[in-house]
């Protein structure tokens, strides 16, 4: 099972998306894809890792994907499909591994 949540947060000036992804398998890696704020990830862009429990072995998150209209099919929550376009991000996560993934602030 692979716990994923995303935390967005809008202000006047300030716009920023924190990403939180968690593999509750004891014995196996996942690699996978996290959808993300289409209007504020432009394609290439890359996160950063804000932290990770597995310390320096944390694979980094790879730089954000665009997937067109048609290319892809995403099932949502409460039912139904939708085919994009989308915007995501790819990471990989070691067993029990939690990782926050977003911009590091300054």
Partial sequence: MVIVHRYFF???RNVREDVY???ALIDKSF???VIVDFAFNSPGT???LLYSNQG???TP???IIERPQGSVVIHRLRGG???GPVRALP??????EIQIIGKKRS
Wanted: net charge negative; hydrophobic share 40%.
């Fill in 81 to 83: 499909t939708t085919d």
């Fill in 46 to 48: 890359s996160l950063d």
């Fill in 10 to 12: 809008a202000a006047v």
């Fill in 91 to 96: 990471f990989t996560l070691r067993s029990m």
């Fill in 56 to 58: 320096t072995n944390a």
């Fill in 21 to 23: 992804v968690a593999n």
């Fill in 61 to 63: 998150p790879g730089s």
């Fill in 31 to 33: 690699s996978g894809f």
